[in-house]
């Protein structure tokens, strides 16, 4: 059975730090394509980082660059892929998801950070930022 699990999420206060954790299975980490998204109540789902498997590529939307870093554990059979929050401030807040899908090689970065792209999901971890 396919499955993400998200962790790491929690309580901070602004100009703090949090690392996110996503241990997938083995299913799904062959996936190609890793991501973390977020939504925030009455907002939609925002993509906020994404790393190809193979390569160690990565995408940001603009709104966390130079604050996020996305990045997998080398040893596959770990299978988990983090996501390390620097800076964080209270438009930060959300609910982070995991997402697992495919790049193809025409996909640009956006579509790389679109949640069309991604097949399975985790149940999200919540993080709250405080001013």
């Not at 925030?40 to 925002?46: M, Y």
Request: with cysteine; glycine share 10%; proline share 2%.
């Amino acid at each position: 059975q396919v499955q993400l699990v998200e962790s790491g999420g929690g309580s901070v206060q602004a100009g703090g730090s949090l690392r996110l954790s996503c241990a997938a299975s083995e299913n799904t980490y062959r996936s190609n394509l890793m991501g973390w998204f977020r939504q925030a109540p009455g907002k939609q789902r925002e993509g906020v980082a994404a790393i190809r498997a193979s390569t160690g590529s990565t995408d940001y939307a603009d709104s966390v660059k130079g604050r996020f870093t996305i990045s997998r554990d080398r040893d596959s059979a770990k299978n988990t892929v983090y996501l390390q929050m620097n800076s964080l401030n209270p438009e930060d807040t959300a609910m982070y998801y995991c997402a697992a899908g495919r790049s193809l090689s025409w996909m640009t970065p956006s579509q790389r950070l679109s949640d069309l792209t991604y097949e399975y999901w985790g149940q999200g971890t919540q993080v709250t930022v405080s001013s």
